[in-house]
């Protein structure tokens, strides 16, 4: 049973600059896993951020950005907007099976 | 404009099964994957099963198999999501989304709540 791990909860300030991780209990997270990240706000369905570890959509703020970092996939928030609170998961592909990330509450206080 | 939109909200007996629609407008439905995921009150993102229409075979995840079966008909671009055997535990918001031609998961449905209760 894969396990994606991600954590439970940070808190950031306006203005601030907050990193999201994603490990997976396989071992390190590579571009292979293509990694993806999206956003959920509540009451409404995810939307895509970022794909392939580092690709933005038409939609994503320039303030968000995908890399590899320690061997995970990471999602850095710079200068965190009022309405970037929200869920965050990360999604990896397990050649033909993929798995979510438990999802990251960020709160922006 | 590509678009997904879901068939409307279901209320289950355990026990039971429960067929979903997800149609989709726009874009290039044959060639791109479309999964269905799901979440549970309170909980994170599941990922259930996908296909890729034109080649008809579906991916499901482990916990899934032999409960899950996921079709699509090309004629009316919608893709189905049939779930057995109900259970409580299956009360979730499911949603479908869609990969484009370079990123998974691109476009979401609006999703479609099921509540399975006696």
């Known amino acids: 049973q894969t396990v994606v791990t991600q954590e439970p909860s940070l808190t950031v300030s306006p203005g601030g600059t907050v990193t999201l991780t994603c490990a997976s209990s396989t071992g390190a997270v590579t571009s292979g896993y293509y990694p993806n990240w999206f956003q959920q706000k509540p009451g409404q369905a995810p939307r895509a951020l970022i794909y392939s570890t580092s690709n933005k959509h038409s939609w994503t703020p320039a303030r968000f950005s995908g890399s590899l970092l320690g061997g995970k996939a990471a999602l850095t928030l710079s200068g965190v907007q009022p309405e970037d609170e929200a869920d965050y998961y990360c999604l990896l592909y397990y050649g033909g099976a993929l798995v979510f990330g438990g999802g990251t509450k960020l709160t922006v206080l | 404009q590509v678009q997904l939109v879901q068939s409307g909200a279901e209320v289950k007996r355990p026990g039971s099964s429960v067929k979903l629609s997800c149609k989709a407008s726009g874009g290039t439905f044959s060639s791109n994957a479309i999964s269905w995921v799901r979440q549970a009150p309170g909980q994170g993102l599941e990922w259930m099963g996908g296909i890729i229409p034109m080649f008809g075979t579906a991916n499901y995840a482990q916990k899934f198999q032999g409960r899950v079966t996921i079709t699509t008909d090309e004629s009316t671009t919608t893709a189905y999501m049939e779930l057995t055997s109900l259970i409580s535990e299956d009360t979730a918001v499911y949603y479908c989304?869609?990969?484009?031609?370079?990123?998974?998961?691109?476009?979401w449905g609006q999703g479609t709540v099921v509540t399975v209760a006696s």
């Open positions: 989304a869609r990969d484009s031609d370079v990123s998974a998961f691109e476009i």
